[in-house]
């Protein structure tokens, strides 16, 4: 007997459980994207909308680009897939080469993972086992920020600071801390790229080591730039204050760079944009275009060489993925970062983001706009919010957008915007008439 080949209905919504939505509200009236090339997306039925967020943040390139395309295709009629457990494949070497090229500072090793979520995870762990090695087994604890996302493993909810993200699952990890965000609207409401106020925020890390003592601490994990709740831009001289006492006290300092990496903040990463290197970083989305999912750990060589002891026949480090470095990713990120440097879009970002800076603060004084933020090409614009109706203004307009042409993120009442690098001036211009009409109806 052949088994029966159930025709799936088209139109059935109700097998997806889909992620980080209001599944009953968005299936009683979807939102459907059905294609993308360059800065736009396309509906089903064929209307453009212009694509204000790059994705989910990680299209930088545009979307549809022939090259990542070809990249695949070879790839794919290449070799498809071949373990990476004590086996290896040329492009896994040769894309990790050239990331390692273009690291920060003494950052040196790159481990493949296929998510921001499992680079978190891989960062903590190496932290973990990077004290052990070196005798301080006792250092188990992590510290995270107020505000902060590092995505939705265990370990990533438990040092990130958004409690929507924890409660619904009562378990967490064990000995984490957190730092307090650096969002301070009453001393630096509108104010264009880095704040003067809050660099004194770092020193709560003081408190935190004379609290639990340094030597119970393996690691602080921050994101340079929290970027999913709402753009929070780090104060003048704050991410140096931090690398400084992480020194002080032998605590490794995590960037979380999933959204800031492969040049949102116009640089390469957020780290050579403040100039202050961390010594693990987590990368994904950007890191091959989206066309492929994959993140990366990068770290620093002390932290490799460190586990490289003991006899040279046993594992280092009992961690690793299916697809560590899949070859398609590889594909994929190469021709990604071929792209990034031909067209030379991380440049491109900075040279843009004075007119972006320019554009978004043009929305002071529409309705309901109580600040603006920004920084490379990345805008966050806040509302205030209907009284007893958190997030529901901000979500008409992101309504209104879609209906309108435009693609948008919103976290709370924040507005978040974060075109790709391609953009083109015109298309500021579009993104910016349309989400300032769309704040002045929603009223
Ligand atoms: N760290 C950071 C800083 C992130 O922004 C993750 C980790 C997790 O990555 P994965 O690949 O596991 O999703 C992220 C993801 C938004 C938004 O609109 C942001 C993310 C994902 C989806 C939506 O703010 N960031």
């Not at 290197?277 to 994959?294: C, E, Q, R, S």
């Not at 899949?326 to 970002?349: K, M, N, S, V, W």
């Not at 992101?398 to 042409?405: A, K, N, R, T, W």
Request: charged share 20%; hydrophobic share 40%; proline share 5%.
């Amino acid at each position: 007997m052949t088994a029966a080949i159930k025709t799936a209905d088209p139109n059935n919504l109700e097998a997806l459980w889909m992620p980080f939505t209001a599944n009953r509200q968005f299936k009683k009236k979807p939102r459907m994207l059905a294609g993308a090339k360059g800065m736009f997306y396309f509906t089903p039925d064929g209307r453009e909308i212009l694509d204000g967020t790059s994705g989910l943040w990680c299209v930088n390139a545009g979307h549809g680009r022939q090259k990542i395309v070809d990249a695949i295709a070879k790839q794919a009629a290449t070799m498809d897939y071949a373990p990476g457990f004590q086996m290896g494949h040329p492009i896994s070497f040769e894309f990790a080469s050239r990331l390692q090229a273009i690291l920060p500072g003494d950052l040196d090793k790159v481990f493949f993972t296929n998510s921001g979520s499992e680079s978190v995870d891989t960062a903590l762990k190496i932290a973990l086992a990077y004290h052990r090695a070196k005798g301080q087994g006792q250092r188990v604890r992590f510290i995270g920020r107020e505000r902060g996302y590092h995505g939705v493993g265990f370990g990533g909810i438990s040092v990130g600071g958004i409690v929507a993200n924890r409660k619904q699952f009562g378990l967490q990890l064990p000995y984490t801390d957190h730092l307090p965000h650096t969002h301070l609207p009453e001393k630096n409401s509108f104010v264009r790229g880095q704040p003067e106020h809050g660099a004194e925020l770092a020193d709560v890390l003081e408190k935190l080591v004379t609290l639990h003592d340094a030597s119970t601490i393996a690691a602080v994990i921050v994101e340079p730039m929290a970027g999913s709740t709402g753009v929070l831009i780090p104060p003048k001289g704050y991410l140096e204050r931090l690398r400084a006492i992480c020194d002080k006290y032998g605590i490794l300092l995590i960037f979380d760079e999933v959204i800031t990496g492969f040049g949102r903040l116009g640089s390469s990463f957020a780290a050579e944009k403040f100039n202050v290197t961390p010594d693990l970083m987590t990368v994904a989305k950007g890191i091959t275009n989206a066309a492929v999912p994959m993140g990366a750990v990068f770290a620093r060589k002390e932290l490799y060489d460190a586990l490289m002891t003991g006899p040279e026949n046993l594992i280092e480090l009992f961690h690793g993925y299916t697809y560590s470095g899949h070859p398609l990713a590889c594909a994929a990120g190469l021709a990604t970062l071929d792209i990034y440097r031909e067209e030379g879009l991380f440049q491109r970002a900075a040279d843009l983001a004075p007119y972006w800076e320019d554009a978004v603060h043009s929305l002071k004084g529409k309705r309901n706009v109580i600040d603006i933020r920004n920084m490379g090409l990345v805008a966050g614009i806040e509302l205030s919010s209907r009284p007893n109706q958190p997030t529901a203004r901000a979500y008409d307009v992101l309504v209104d957008c879609f209906e309108s042409g435009l693609l948008v993120r919103t976290t709370g009442d924040i507005v978040a915007m974060s075109p790709p690098l391609i953009v083109e001036k015109p298309q500021i211009d579009r993104m910016i008439d349309t989400l300032g009409k769309a704040i002045e109806r929603a009223a």
